[in-house]
Structures are given as structure tokens and as C-alpha cells.
């Protein structure tokens, strides 16, 4: 899936290289493989949902992942706390309160799997 060549580990290049491949990938291969690593679908899901829509926030990645705000926010908190994903806090264009943006974190998405490759190659 991902091959080693020239520059490709400069993080933006790793990261959009990873998210290609979850957009071209079959939900059967991909869920297969994170089944394995023990990867949440829902958090995969939230990452797609994000990749595809740019910077969202919080309610219209409710309505992409299909859960309530309060389990999305602990599949949010848990990919920000990793460092792949970065929030913006902002007024509701209403006024009506706060609101939250989650947009990727290209480098952070960059580093972790530049770190499973490293720890898979040296097994």
C-alpha cells in the first residue's frame, strides 16, 4: 500500500498518500485491516467524513458517522488527544453559542504511521 521512495515521508506527501488510499481502498480491505490493528471503524469513519468535507463541524460530522454528539465527542477528543485531528473553536455564525471546527493534522496522521512503519520494519 504505501511503498518507500524517494521524499515520500515528508508528511504532507504520507498523509495525503494515506488518505488516498482510504478513498480508493474497499470498505472490505479496509475495515479487514483496521479490524486487525484494532482500529475503531467509528474513528476511521470520522477521519474519511473529515478528509472528504475539509474542516467540519461537530453536527455535520454527526450526521456523516451517525452517531450521537456525545459518542462523537469521545472518538473526537481520543483523535485529537493522537494528534490527528485539530480543533477551532468559533461563534456559531448565529451567535447562538460556541461551535467547534475539526479539520485533519496532516503531520500528526504523517508521523503516526511513519511510526507503525518504522516499528514493523524493525520486528
Request: hydrophobic share 35%; aromatic share 6%.
Amino acid at each position: 500500500m504505501f511503498k518507500r521512495s524517494p521524499g515520500c515521508w515528508r508528511s504532507s506527501e504520507l498523509a495525503k498518500q494515506t488518505i488516498e488510499a482510504w478513498e480508493a481502498s474497499s470498505v472490505d480491505d479496509t475495515g479487514r485491516a483496521f479490524t486487525a490493528l484494532g482500529v475503531s471503524n467509528a474513528r476511521v469513519e470520522i477521519l474519511r467524513a473529515i478528509s472528504r468535507r475539509g474542516e467540519s463541524p461537530t453536527s455535520a460530522l454527526m450526521e456523516d458517522v451517525g452517531l450521537s454528539r456525545n459518542g462523537l465527542s469521545r472518538h473526537l477528543e481520543v483523535l485529537r488527544q493522537s494528534g490527528f485531528l485539530s480543533d477551532r473553536h468559533a461563534t456559531h455564525p448565529r451567535g447562538s453559542g460556541p461551535i467547534t471546527y475539526w479539520s485533519l493534522d496532516s503531520d500528526g496522521i504523517s508521523d503516526a504511521i511513519e511510526a507503525l512503519l518504522t516499528y514493523i520494519s524493525t520486528l
